[in-house]
């Protein structure tokens, strides 16, 4: 069959976005169409024809441009593929979301023509670009799990793929793959890029002293607050983790859609089916990233910085109460004249700290410093920069043992270079943003030349902030699965199920709407402590952004701020941290060819 050349008709009238007036003049299908549910926005595909289970939000439709950001920054392209001089000529890239990944290749690969294809239509809108750019994209819409992929046999040269494996039935995959390779020319080449749905979790020591108190605003970290209706009204210590409730729902919402959670396991079969050539390093672990330090107190008023400054609390309850400058706490400072302290270095010391600049309280690690605390003793208490967590704290209902070694290990068939990266990542002193899980955890394909794909040392580079926007994302794509979440609770109301007295439920909580109630609840008061787990605001100051002031607190809420930070620090200085935090992301990339 002679090779299909590029469509020439004009791509723009076909798209509802590139036109207001066309999309009233055409049925409009479901691809262009969503549902809209307690503040989600979620495709209007019926679960069984597209299970899919992740809303379509700004914020979650934008953490595309997080990892296409990433990818970008280490390999200095969006595709990982080297082609050298011999670049692809008509690329399809499936699942493509906003279309990121098209846009950033259409600039490395002029002479390419792209087509983006989803379920949905969400892409940028063609009229932005610049006419030389659009001219070579088209955007398309179909569900290819009930649908042929509508373009001819042996018409692309590259495929990308994204991102879609948490949307595919595991009974689908040989279908799928089968299609694709149907559409790429002989010699043609695939790269798919997958991650595991990981719900993160945070340890005992951290969110027991939270639920201890009643408060009001925080400034533990900002926006962190919740009011203490949002508290449970159940003793949850016998729990693996104070979020195990929405944990369990998490997981149903894959195992109800016969989706693998775990694609990074589950895929290099199915491809090695229909593909040649497979290049698969192991899994890429990335690491949760340390404890921020607690966010500067507020006090800044008319420029000039005053306010009340806590000693830490007396074994017999009391608390000593002085008043103090600090009018450097919100001072800029040049980022360029400040030194991270070493990891090593404790960050539960109690010995007297300087308030001086937002900037200068950062650390990598949990720290007093913006606290001042003013012991006349240099005492140290003995803990670990990670705040790492125990095993009732941490662990899931269903997380292996391994998932936290992988934390530690490194690939043992990388060679050269890349055996020099890896080892010397593993005894840095500061913590590695990016390890490739274990041979016990993780297979490759590939040897050497799979290891080489991954540009190990810029990602390495990126610092321990990109850590934080890692959690970020893997929290937010929990978050956006919050309606499916609810599906499964409510399936598990009708059926009164039992197991949910193990989390607070009573006999007269089974319906629709006080069982919702209390979804919402578990929700926002995970959102709320993840927030404060992730802290942004820190990543943003250490990138230069200034934090903005705030209401000084009054003078009980500033004893009653102080006495919780201090009871964190105490709960975690009791803790047992000895082992790592497992990863908050855990990706897989997988490239191959089609021989013929």
């Not at 299609?179 to 080449?189: F, Q």
């Not at 203490?228 to 729902?249: G, I, K, Q």
């Not at 003013?374 to 998932?403: F, I, K, Q």
Request: net charge negative; glycine share 6%.
């Amino acid at each position: 069959m002679a090779t299909s050349q590029p469509r020439t008709t004009p791509r723009h009238p076909r798209l509802s976005c590139s036109s207001s007036s066309a999309s009233q003049r055409t049925p409009r299908g479901k691809e262009h169409q969503f549902i809209y549910t307690n503040g989600s926005k979620l495709h209007a595909y019926d679960r069984d024809k597209a299970p899919y289970p992740s809303s379509f939000d700004r914020d979650v439709v934008e953490l595309q441009c997080l990892d296409n950001a990433m990818i970008e920054a280490s390999k200095g392209s969006a595709s990982f593929i080297d082609f050298k001089n011999n670049t692809p000529k008509r690329c399809l890239d499936i699942g493509t979301g906003l279309g990121m990944w098209v846009l950033s290749s259409a600039k490395t690969w002029p002479d390419a023509t792209f087509v983006g294809l989803d379920m949905v239509n969400i892409q940028v809108p063609l009229q932005v670009l610049e006419p030389e750019t659009a001219e070579r994209i088209e955007w398309v819409h179909t569900n290819i799990l009930r649908n042929k992929l509508p373009f001819d046999d042996d018409e692309f040269d590259h495929v990308h793929i994204q991102c879609l494996a948490l949307g595919i039935p595991e009974n689908k995959w040989h279908t799928v793959f089968e299609e694709i390779r149907r559409v790429m020319k002989p010699g043609a080449t695939i790269e798919i890029l997958e991650e595991d749905a990981i719900f993160p979790v945070l340890p005992r020591w951290y969110t027991d002293p939270l639920r201890a108190r009643a408060r009001g605003p925080s400034t533990l970290y900002p926006g962190a607050a919740q009011p203490y209706s949002s508290y449970p009204a159940f003793d949850t210590s016998h729990l693996a983790h104070e979020h195990e409730f929405l944990e369990t729902l998490y997981h149903d919402v894959w195992a109800n859609r016969f989706i693998n959670p775990t694609p990074s396991s589950c895929i290099p079969g199915y491809f090695g089916a229909f593909f040649d050539r497979v290049l698969a390093p192991p899994v890429l672990n990335f690491s949760t990233p340390p404890l921020a330090p607690f966010a500067p107190l507020p006090g800044v008023v008319g420029g000039v910085a005053s306010q009340t400054l806590v000693r830490a609390s007396s074994s017999n309850g009391s608390s000593d109460v002085s008043h103090g400058s600090v009018s450097s706490l919100l001072t800029p400072l040049n980022m360029e004249s400040v030194q991270d302290p070493p990891l090593s270095h404790s960050p539960t010391s109690t010995q007297p700290t300087s308030a001086g600049s937002v900037k200068d309280s950062i650390s990598p690690s949990h720290s007093v410093a913006s606290l001042r605390f003013e012991h006349d003793n240099h005492s140290t208490v003995h803990g670990h920069e990670n705040g790492n967590v125990n095993g009732n704290g941490r662990a899931a209902p269903t997380r292996r043992d391994s998932e936290a070694k992988s934390v530690r290990s490194t690939a043992s068939q990388a060679s050269g270079n890349s055996n020099a990266a890896l080892n010397g990542a593993k005894t840095s002193r500061r913590p590695s943003v990016m390890l490739f899980a274990s041979s016990e955890e993780s297979t490759s394909l590939g040897g050497g030349d799979a290891i080489d794909l991954i540009p190990f040392d810029t990602m390495q580079s990126q610092g321990e902030h990109s850590q934080f926007m890692h959690l970020y994302r893997a929290v937010t794509f929990v978050l956006s699965t919050k309606e499916a979440m609810w599906e499964e609770l409510a399936a598990r109301v009708a059926a009164r199920d039992p197991d949910l007295t193990r989390f607070g439920w009573r006999e007269e909580d089974y319906d629709e709407r006080t069982s919702r109630a209390r979804f919402e609840i578990a929700v926002d008061q995970y959102q709320s402590d993840m927030r404060g787990r992730i802290s942004l605001w820190h990543s943003l100051v250490k990138n230069g952004w200034e934090l903005p002031p705030r209401d000084p607190l009054t003078k009980a809420e500033l004893v009653e701020e102080m006495r919780l930070r201090e009871a964190i620090l105490e709960s975690q200085r009791l803790a047992n941290t000895s082992e790592p935090e497992p990863p908050c992301r855990k990706v897989r990339l997988i490239v191959g060819v089609k021989e013929s």
